[in-house]
């Protein structure tokens, strides 16, 4: 693939690439993982369930809270986040002349670990970083990045070439300010690394009950170390993650044509007015209410 030789800054040709085709296709790309976000204004609060998957900014800025941390990121800024997480953000800077601008994509842990197992000396050292992290925007990677989009409209090469494109993009954050954070997800018996097997296997089970006792094995920890290990990384107990996902997915049903009685048996409550009291709790409307809103002006963001 040939790329383009104009004298446009890489950053401006990303920017443009990401508008033309959220502006063909929306959010969902027929890149698997890849999401691109464009907003005229400043949003309200959004609250998502953020996958192991980098974010980065083209134009305005956001701001991504875990727990009592936040983390803005703007222009020429990237931000990973290493395990599923569930974040409240907000854009804070986007205009009609200078809409917000970004994109995500997921990144594979195993893809992570295949590098790192060939490059020894990049093997992970030690010590914790956050589920988020923000760092600025390797120039190397706008290259990759910028390839990855052509992708979209050479559909012919995209099962070929995706995965040579994806690997430079995972190898050029691995070299980048954001390499010690890859490095914990990419090594499997890094504290980060099995609290995201954990978080990863709580977000398609959400339905059932869990003991913490569980999965504390099902990390090879003790509880109480779990439990520790659990709050420093995500911010939250194992406890109040599921609860959000739990009231993430209920959301996202009720946006279609679930009925709001049944929804929360549906994503394991027993008890209605408790699954009542939890949404108001976290969206600040009873499920009736806010489906109503949502339903004539919100658009939910996620990342797969």
Known sequence: MILST??????????????????????????????????QEPSGTIRALYHTSFCMVLQGAKVSTIGDKAFQYGQDECLFASVNVPVTSRIVEASADKPYLALSLSIDPVMISELLLAQPEMAYRGGKQPALVTAPMPHELYGPVIRLLHLLDQPHDRQVLEPLVRREICWRLLRSPLGPALQQTGTSDSETARIGRVTAWMRTNYQQNIRVAELAAMANMSPASFHRHFKTITQVTPVQFQKQVRLQEARRLLLGEQEVASVGYKVGYESPSQFSRDYRKLFGAPPGKDKAIRRSSVAIETWR
């Open 6 to 39: 104009s004298n446009t800054p890489p950053r401006d040709q990303l920017r443009d690439l990401v508008e033309k085709q959220w502006l063909a296709d929306g959010p969902e790309c027929a890149i698997d993982g890849l999401c691109l976000t464009r907003s």
